[in-house]
């Protein structure tokens, strides 16, 4: 669609950006709805986020998402921030409404919904999350609330001991919390239902790493790898292999999009239309 003078502009920022498939995405579901919009990628240092902020009221941009390293700073700047983004003090997404700044984590609510799409259903399941960074902690928060049973193994035991104790006030169970040693996850993996794993190991260009030893999937198992460059991580492989059902990164990446679109644009996003534009893109890196 040709940019106007009413076109509206949303954009991503990070530091580094070149790898982001947010432009991607979102350019291809403003097209197939035929909306005026465009989206853009910023690289924004970290001594620059606030300027940059200031700049997107200045500029009346309507959306941002937010990156690493971002995903915590821009708190400091936003006018309101919804519950989730709070929780997880990590903000991926902007809406400026009036010039407030309103501040979402969509990173939750993608993984869910990736999961669910895919018949993948939490409720009344024992969960096993590996990771306790900015995306898993999003994560947790959604399975805190949805699952039956939690447990989050990081590589530095006090994030995800901290994490837990927060989300045990929260959701009102018991979340275990303990380390990525292979006793802890052989031991937590055999009565878990769903394994996240949501720590960067596997992705390019350590394509070659996973957490999980083969031995320990099993056919019973869903599994979701939340890195999605390479398109199927090794864990995803082993999995698959094991016989269990796995949801691949990229489903939660186009949900997470999809909630963002939703929020700026307030209208159904195109999934099917975001899907092939990100694994377009992704075979092709
Ligand atoms: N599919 C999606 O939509 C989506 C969305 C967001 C992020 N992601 C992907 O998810 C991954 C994590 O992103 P993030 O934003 O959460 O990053 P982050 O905040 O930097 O967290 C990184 C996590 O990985 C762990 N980790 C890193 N290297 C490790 C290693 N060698 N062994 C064990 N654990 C290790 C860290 O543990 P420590 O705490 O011990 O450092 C931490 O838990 C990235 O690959 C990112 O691309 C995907």
Redesign the pocket.
């Known amino acids: 669609m040709a940019m106007t003078g009413k076109t509206r502009v949303c954009g991503v920022i990070g530091d580094p950006i070149e790898h982001t498939l947010s432009p991607i995405m979102h350019n291809a579901a403003f097209n197939a709805l035929k909306l005026d919009y465009a989206f853009l990628a910023f690289k924004v240092k970290p001594s620059e986020v606030e300027n940059a902020l200031n700049g997107m009221r200045a500029l009346n941009i309507r959306g941002l998402n937010v ?2 390293p971002h ?1 915590s700073t821009v708190l400091n700047f936003l006018d309101r921030v919804d519950l989730s983004a709070q929780i997880v003090n990590s903000v ?1 997404t902007i809406l400026n409404k009036e010039s407030k700044l309103f501040g979402f984590n969509t ?1 939750g609510v ?2 869910l919904k990736a999961l669910r799409e895919n018949g993948v259903e939490p409720k009344g399941r024992k969960v096993l999350l ?8 999003a994560i947790a928060y959604a399975m805190a609330k949805e699952s039956d049973e939690l447990a989050v193994l ?3 035991v006090k ?1 995800a001991q901290e994490l837990a104790k927060l989300l045990e006030k929260l959701a009102n169970k018991k979340i275990f919390a303990g380390s ?1 040693s292979p006793k802890e996850i052989q031991q937590n993996l055999q009565d878990s239902d769903i394994l996240i794993n ?6 390019k260009p350590k394509a070659e ?1 996973s ?1 999980v030893a083969p031995k320990l999937l099993r056919p019973d198992l869903a599994v979701m790898d ?4 390479p398109l199927e991580t090794k864990l995803a492989k082993d999995a698959k292999a094991a016989g269990a059902k796995v949801v691949s ?5 186009i949900y ?2 999809a909630a963002s679109f939703e929020i700026w644009t307030g209208k159904s996003a195109p999934v099917e239309v975001m899907r092939q534009a990100a694994l377009n893109h992704l075979m092709k890196v």
Do not use: C, F, H, W
């Open positions: 990156t690493m995903k991926n990173d993608g993984a590996l990771g306790a960074g900015g995306a898993a902690r990081n590589r530095t994030p990525l949501a720590t960067s190991v596997g992705m790493e957490l939340i890195v999605y460059n990164g990229v489903e939660m990446l997470q999009g």
